[in-house]
């Protein structure tokens, strides 16, 4: 990632990118990156145990509907049933927040993070072993307030037999596991996956609640979060990468160095400690190490994420609409996941006259959304730009139309 195109990176789990590996011994945290005194108190408590904690009403629940489709059905496919077959709690994919087990159940929606916790809340409460697994996906960026996240993604396994429930989830499996996932299961199939350990989904969780603390600018609450990820599992990187960035934010660049390099330790070629290591050197004057970093960086990462999406805004700006177009389908074809980048290439189909292109890259975006804010936005687009074309076709049809008879003929 070039130094020019690149504010800050964190690491987002919720989907989840990992780091370290499952089973080693926990190395001690590395407290000597902590720097509380430059931070207020937070203004909420901060317990990762709370993530996977049974609310009453959970526990109603489980008494009640998922006990009668546990007696019919058996114990795994009554709690995947009563969670995730439509009619019962009809949960929605929502990444906008990363929600705690009892927050998803309440709301009836989460991220993929989120909703393994309840998931595994409910497997816990009922004695059923429970497998957390890191897939490994193709990374994922996106990109808010200035501040850009990449993700990976997490599942959770639970069962004995292959299965698949009605709705919008995935179940799978071998003879011993099931599965469940929000992916179709020919795409999980066809990646790796590892176990992971709870303490690094709960290290995931908190790091996550510090980017969202973040993006909604409160740095204090963040620092916190991401401490707690810190000390909850040493080996999940990300969090001293979230450190880095908030030191960052506050001035305090020698500290964020000092986060940086912790991570580079363990890992020389991490693209977001790369990509903010980068920064930070800028911002301490040190000019020469951060190019031959960003030089490194360049053979790492050839084509940072949003190039050609940045790109195109500017040619869109420029009243250059076939340029754009060009460059929106450039990052449409490496990044498909985004919403933001079929709605750019809709906008320039739209300046270029094509309103069926248009209306087809918005409809994308309304696919790909992950936010019932996104579903919102692009929702309406779409429908106006509906309205749009229903207009055009009366239009035409009026043209085409024989004149009336004049009165008197």
Known sequence: MKIRTLTTVLALAGAALLT??????????????????????????????????????????????????????GVRKGLIDALYTKG??????????????????????????????????????????????????EESWTRSNGLFFVAG????????????????????????????DF?????????RSRVIDESTILAMFQNNRAAEALMQGRVDDAYWWARAAVLTD???????????????????????EHALRVVLEREPLNVQA????????????????????????????PVPPYKFFDEGVAA??????????????KEVARAAYVPEFHFWLGLANYGLGDLPGARGAITKALENSATSHDRQLYGAKLAWLNEVRERQIERAQQTRSPLPPRAGS
């Not at 429930?165 to 596991?177: I, N, Q, S």
């Not at 040493?234 to 964020?256: D, E, H, I, Q």
């Not at 869109?316 to 389908?329: I, S």
């Open 274 to 301: 790369m990509s903010n290591l980068v920064l930070v050197l800028s911002d301490l004057g040190r000019r020469d190490e951060a190019q031959a970093l960003a030089q490194q960086l360049a053979q790492v990462q």
């Open 234 to 256: 040493s080996r999940w990187l990300a969090a001293y990468n979230t450190l880095a960035v908030l030191y960052r934010r506050k001035g305090l660049y020698g500290p964020a």
């Open 153 to 180: 993604h997490v599942n959770v396994s639970l069962g004995r037999v292959p299965d698949r429930t009605a709705g919008m989830v995935a179940v799978f499996g071998d003879p011993e596991l099931m599965t469940i």
């Open 88 to 137: 019962r709690l009809q949960l929605d994919y929502d990444s906008e927040i990363t929600r705690t087990a009892a927050e998803a159940f309440d709301a009836r929606r989460g991220n993929c993070l989120s909703l393994v916790l309840m998931t595994a809340a409910f497997a816990r409460h009922l004695n059923l072993p429970v497998q957390l697994n890191s897939v490994y996906l």
């Open 316 to 329: 869109m700006k420029a009243g250059e609409f076939a340029a754009a177009r060009q460059l929106f389908r």
């Open 183 to 191: 992916l179709p299961p020919e795409q999980i199939r066809r990646n």
């Open 20 to 73: 370290g590996c499952t089973g080693a011994p926990l190395a001690p945290p590395r407290t000597d990156v902590f720097l509380d005194a430059a931070f207020q108190p937070a203004s909420m408590p901060i317990d990762a145990e709370a993530a996977l904690q049974l609310s009453p009403a959970m526990k109603r629940f489980a008494e009640t509907e998922m006990a009668a489709e546990i007696r019919s059905k």
